[in-house]
């Protein structure tokens, strides 16, 4: 049986969840964050994650963004096949959940209408919309707001099927290093691995979205998640960039089947609080 959803459903949920995402971290990254903090060996270090412990404190305390740059909306859905959406344009209302989101919660906008002429379309919209069709007669709602600090430290690499499991680390680490301190370090680095050139952008950046806590099921990748974890905190670039132990909270890997003669890379860099809210309706 055909479920019907009102599309104005919607947008009040993607509304609360730009406001909700912005505001104040997830459990697992704050646990993440807080363990950082107590394990870190470096003095300086463990003094700067105290000191972003403290902003996200004074954030939740007095209801303000957890960082100035509240980022570009971007929105996954996950869509029950067996969904009737009524009442309006799908898309237009992701847009206005976003347009309200930025607006009511006081976010700063940051979209420009076109990426060359760059004027502001002042209500941060349009989001960055991802759908999927999937079984059952639910959506899952994932917002991710992303700061361009990170992002534009990301990369894609079209590596050769030879290079295999090692040319893919050192694309990770190459990715890190030269990232440094611009990505607002302890950073999450979300990783795809093969599908198409778009494919892997799509798998890293939903990757970003995996609990820190949750690990690959696939032996091989669970271990090169923990691998690339300790490789990049032993790199020393550290807490805002300034040196320590902790340069990475996470690293999530997601792959994908190819075409035999590829090996598609993506690194998705995301700073430390790597804002995300999840809902289904």
Known sequence: MMREIDVRELTYNIKEMCIEANYGLTPDMERSLKGATGSEKSPLG?????????????????????????????????????????????????????????TDGFLRKSVVKDPLIRENT???????????????????????????????????????PADGIEGVKQAILTTVQDAGPNACPPMVVGVGIGGTFEKCALLAKKA???????????????????????????????????????????VNINTYPTHIAGLPVAVNICCHVNRHAVRVI
Do not use: W
């Open 46 to 102: 463990k003094q700067i994650l105290r000191q972003l412990e403290e902003n996200l404190q004074i954030a939740d305390e007095e209801k303000i963004p957890i960082c100035q740059d509240t980022g570009m909306a971007v929105v996954f859905l996950e869509i029950g096949q067996d969904i009737h959406f009524v009442g309006g344009s799908l898309e237009e209302a992701v847009n206005e959940g976003v347009r309200r989101g930025y």
């Open 208 to 250: 970003l979205t995996r609990s820190v806590d949750e690990r690959s099921s696939i032996p091989y990748v669970r271990e090169m998640e923990e691998e690339m974890l300790a490789r990049i905190n032993g790199l020393g670039i550290g807490s805002a960039g300034l040196g320590g132990t902790t340069t990475a909270l996470a």
């Open 122 to 160: 002042r209500d941060n919209t349009p989001a960055v919309l991802h759908t999927e069709i999937v079984d059952g007669d639910g959506v899952k709602i994932t917002v991710a707001p992303k700061g361009f600090g990170s992002e534009n430290m990301s990369r894609v690499f079209m590596l050769k």
